[in-house]
């Protein structure tokens, strides 16, 4: 079914509805999959697509988790790694960027008025593609680490003449940047890692440099612009990183949301939805709009569609509405079971919910369940004073 023709049954559905006596019309407007044209194509299986975002940041779609890359002067710099076994697929997508930004950057030929000499093999000698200079990862999901090795041994690290030959292994391969929660998670034993559900990855993986404030930034512009993370504490994990592009405007946004389902709340891992809305909040501060909430800050979510503050904005409120219903549900004293019966997100499970697969809504509403439970169960730290009220806007 064309997209045209949905919208025209879609319209034939609502003068449908309208005619109907009030309490028909309530159950006439139940969600239904009918009513829902596909937001995006999906991908060829197996294949990496790429999407310039802005100046020099690019997306690629397809190999795990949705990766960003920084391609110029001053090398590449990606945030996160795709799928292992994506990485021959994104290193390749990465050259190709390479090659085509030196195309379109190379120096203008000098013309004379009694040329004499062919510019023509001039023109097919550049330079060789800049390395991989810096990976971040934005949670220690496989789905997003997977790539680490094949990538960072693929770049290169500059440091200062102080420094080399002090560090062995100074020069070899890129850096790896992300949340020491990461680096902890990723360096735990086997057995440990197993039992958390991660899975272990090789010492060529692990982040080379890690940060445990708030933020952490670039010291020098790369590619023309400030790179900072920052870290969102407690959102889908406890380790997880935005991170922005000060001059392109783009804001790489990790699992903190996911256009097609319900963002994963990793509860064992430190996950909490207070604190992917306080993610999401943090993120609508950070972007401007062109027009009217269109366009302008450009945020690649770590799964899903390219999205501006408006998606993301519907996004935040979508949550913020669930979010007060369990609460108001968890105040009446509603168990789990309850709480799920009550359907407290039937209204966007067309767009976001899922019945089948590794994140269901039933997963979400309980995580959502069990880190509201949380917080109201946990002992009185204060000394009595009333906590300052939940941030809304
Ligand atoms: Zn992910």
């Given at each position: 079914m064309t997209t045209r023709s949905i919208v025209a049954s879609g319209a034939a559905i609502a003068a449908l509805v309208m005619s109907l006596p009030l309490g028909a019309q309530q159950r006439a407007i139940q969600p239904s999959k009918f009513t829902r044209a596909p937001m995006t194509q999906a991908l060829p299986a197996g294949e990496v697509e790429v999407l310039p975002v802005r100046g020099n940041v690019y997306a690629l779609f397809g190999a795990g988790a949705n990766i960003v890359v920084s391609v110029g002067n001053d090398g590449v710099l990606l945030v996160d790694a795709g799928r292992a076994e994506m990485s021959d697929k994104v290193l390749a997508a990465v050259q190709r960027l390479q090659r085509e930004w030196a195309v379109r950057n190379e120096p203008p030929s000098i013309g004379f008025g009694a040329e004499t000499r062919s510019s023509v093999a001039g023109r097919h000698i550049t330079a060789p593609p800049k390395p991989i200079r810096y990976v971040i990862n934005t949670s220690a999901d496989s789905d997003h680490v997977g790539g680490n090795e094949k990538l960072r041994n693929a770049g290169h690290t500059f440091t200062g003449g102080n420094v080399t030959g002090n560090i062995?292994?100074?020069?070899e391969g890129a850096a790896i940047l992300a949340h020491e929660n990461v680096l902890t998670r990723l360096s735990r034993g086997t057995n440990v890692a197993q039992a958390e559900g991660q899975t272990p990855v090789p010492?060529?993986?692990?982040?080379?440099d890690a940060y445990f404030v708030d933020f952490y930034k670039l010291s020098h512009y790369f590619n023309g612009e400030g790179i900072q993370l920052f870290h969102t504490p407690k959102?889908?994990?406890?380790g997880d990183s935005i991170v922005h592009f000060r001059g392109s405007d783009v804001i790489a946004l990790g699992d903190l949301m996911s256009t097609g389902s319900y963002p994963v709340i990793d509860v064992a891992k430190g996950g909490t939805i207070n604190g992917v809305l306080d993610g999401l909040n943090r993120v609508l501060d950070m972007s401007i709009a062109e027009f009217r909430l269109e366009g302008g800050t450009l945020m690649v979510p770590g799964h899903g569609r390219l999205v501006d503050s408006a998606d993301v904005a519907y996004y935040r409120d979508m949550l913020t509405i669930i979010r007060d219903r369990v609460e108001d549900l968890i105040k009446k004293g509603r168990t789990l079971e309850q709480v799920k019966a009550a359907n407290p997100s039937g209204d966007y499970d067309t767009e976001y919910g899922s019945?089948?697969?590794?994140?269901?809504t039933a997963n979400f509403i309980e995580a959502v369940y069990k880190t509201l439970n949380a917080v109201r169960l946990?002992?009185?730290?204060?000394?009595?004073k009333p906590a300052p009220p939940a941030r809304r806007r």
């Open positions: 062995a292994d100074a020069t010492a060529d993986a692990l982040p080379t959102a889908h994990t406890d019945t089948t697969g590794p994140w269901t946990k002992p009185d730290t204060t000394g009595g």
